[in-house]
């Protein structure tokens, strides 16, 4: 596995995180949402995944006293299945717990298993089911949680 690094992404991030976003989701979100995190969501904490000065990944959460919600974790295409998501992953927890997030919970795809199975190796449990979560497609999301 060629190395990666982690830091805290910036507002400068924003489109290499268009880029993936892009790439990998077929909802993304928008440039104005993305600004709408940097610039107006005080809870909002988003690290990117780099390799040679490149950003190949991201992921987000917002972290509201000890909780915290998972917005995004996503890998470009080109580099995925090299174990940089479990790593992006790693490290996105290791970062909520520093902040003293003790429950952190997300939205998966009911069709994305490979996620689901992602987030089930780090201890993520099935909770509820939200329908028609998904706008392109009205696809039910699984809520997933898990107590750190």
Do not use: C
């Amino acid at each position: 596995m060629n190395e990666i690094t982690f830091r805290q992404a910036t507002v400068d991030d924003i489109k290499s995180l268009l880029r993936i976003e892009n790439a990998v989701f077929t909802s993304p979100w928008s440039e104005k949402a993305f600004r709408n995190e940097f610039y107006t969501n005080s809870y909002a904490y988003y690290i990117v995944a780099e390799q040679n000065e490149a950003v190949i990944g991201y992921a987000g959460v917002w972290m509201i006293l000890d909780e915290g919600h998972i917005t995004n974790v996503a890998i470009h295409p080109d580099q995925q299945g090299n174990g940089y998501g479990k790593a992006l992953f790693t490290e996105l927890l290791r970062i909520a717990q520093a902040e003293n997030v003790t429950r952190l919970t997300l939205e998966v795809r009911v069709s994305n298993l490979k996620a689901q199975q992602l987030y089930q190796k780090f201890g993520f449990k099935n909770g509820a089911i939200r329908k028609k979560y998904y706008p392109d497609n009205q696809e039910d999301a699984l809520v997933m949680w898990v107590e750190l």
